[in-house]
């Protein structure tokens, strides 16, 4: 079975400041983890994503997320926060990798400062 | 632009009545999805197509729902009969075949059903 943990339904930050979404993932298999980010009116865009390659994952916009295995978690993070960073953001994991198989968490909210 | 679209973007309708979804895909990947996204909630898989083949279907895809993909090229969703609870964002999604590929997400159709 999969699932996933958004560990705060809302983060808020001032701009300029880093970004913290966390995220703990379940799954029977070695998953595949994802971060999609899905700003008002607009579809949902994959930030990045985990395929057992390189632990450390670089996305666009200077996010980047961190696989641990140990702590079954896959943290997103950004050095600091720009405003147009304000959004929802999910993780998502797959044990099959297909995108039938995407189980996303209930999300972030994102709210930055000015 | 080439990326996913769906029609319409909002639909009100009242309880009892059927509705109909659009979702055109970028036009080079055979795989076609859709999902459901409640209030407060991640996206939650319902069913998807390679090519013409539905191959899959959640058991959140209740009898009143139906998908097609006639040619392999766009899809449609019916709700029959809708209810308050199918009151939801309808994500369409696509995707080259195989692996772990990126999921393309249209920009949803807002269902509400009065």
């Known amino acids: 079975a999969q699932s996933v943990t958004q560990l705060d339904s809302h983060v808020s930050v001032s701009e300029g400041t880093p970004v913290l979404l966390r995220c703990n993932y379940s799954?029977?298999?070695?998953?595949?983890l994802f971060w999609y980010v899905q700003h008002p009116n607009k579809g949902l865009q994959l930030l990045l994503k985990?395929?057992?390659?390189?632990?450390l994952v670089k996305g666009i916009n200077g996010f980047e997320a961190e696989f641990k295995k140990s702590e079954t978690s896959f943290h997103l993070t950004k050095p600091s926060a720009h405003m147009s960073d304000a959004a929802e953001y999910f993780c998502?994991?797959?044990?099959?990798?297909?995108?039938?198989?995407?189980?996303f968490g209930t999300g972030t909210r994102l709210t930055v400062i000015p | 632009d080439t990326g996913v679209s769906q029609n319409p973007r909002h639909k009100i309708t009242k309880r009892g009545q059927n509705v109909t979804f659009r979702c055109d895909p970028i036009?080079?990947?055979?795989?076609l999805y859709w999902y459901r996204q409640t209030l407060g909630q991640g996206p939650e898989f319902l069913t998807y197509?390679?090519?013409?083949?539905?191959?899959?279907k959640s058991r959140l895809l209740s009898d009143r729902f139906s998908a097609e993909r006639p040619k392999g090229s766009f899809s449609t969703l019916e709700i029959q009969r809708t209810e308050q609870g199918d009151s939801a964002m309808y994500l369409c999604?696509?995707?080259?075949?195989?692996?772990?590929?990126?999921?393309?997400f249209g920009q949803g159709t807002r269902l509400t059903v009065v």
């Open positions: 999604a696509s995707s080259e075949t195989g692996g772990i590929t990126e999921a393309f």
């Open positions: 799954s029977s298999y070695s998953p595949s």
């Open positions: 985990y395929t057992s390659a390189a632990t």
């Open positions: 998502v994991v797959s044990d099959q990798g297909g995108a039938n198989n995407l189980f």
């Open positions: 036009s080079e990947h055979n795989r």
């Open positions: 197509f390679q090519n013409e083949a539905q191959l899959e």
